[in-house]
């Protein structure tokens, strides 16, 4: 599987911004994706993600703010991303794993996200 993360940019606080994450390979269906994040100077962090079943998961810091979706017949993720803040700036990663837990198996390059005040 290889990922295509885009949709990054420089936003002012408060704005919204859409993340799209295309994938290639046939069995995107069965796959778990997710969305993480990295700040400069920090760990990369766990954003969302979204199950073969559409069953969601997010960070205490973005839940009720952003959202995951998936269009299985396009191979596109998507993180829509409101109410921004300047603290979700960062370098967004789009990922995908096969088991339901554990690590990720694919990633793809980042798309960085600027957030002024």
């Known amino acids: 599987v290889q990922l295509q993360a885009s949709g990054g940019g420089v936003v002012q606080a408060g704005d919204s911004l859409r993340l799209s994450c295309l994938a290639s390979?046939?069995?995107?269906?069965?796959?778990?994706m997710g969305w993480f994040r990295q700040a400069p100077g920090q760990e990369r962090e766990f954003v969302a993600s979204?199950?073969?079943?559409?069953?969601?998961s997010y960070a205490d810091s973005v839940k009720g703010r952003f959202t995951i979706s998936r269009d299985t017949g396009n191979k596109v993720v998507y993180l829509q991303m409101n109410r921004l803040k300047p603290e979700d700036t960062a370098v967004y990663y789009c990922?995908?794993?096969?088991?339901?837990?554990?690590?990720?198996?694919?990633w793809g390059q980042g798309t960085l996200v600027t957030v002024s005040s």
């Open positions: 990922a995908a794993r096969i088991n339901v837990d554990g690590q990720y198996d694919y």
């Open positions: 390979g046939r069995t995107f269906s069965s796959y778990v």
């Open positions: 979204i199950s073969r079943f559409a069953s969601t």
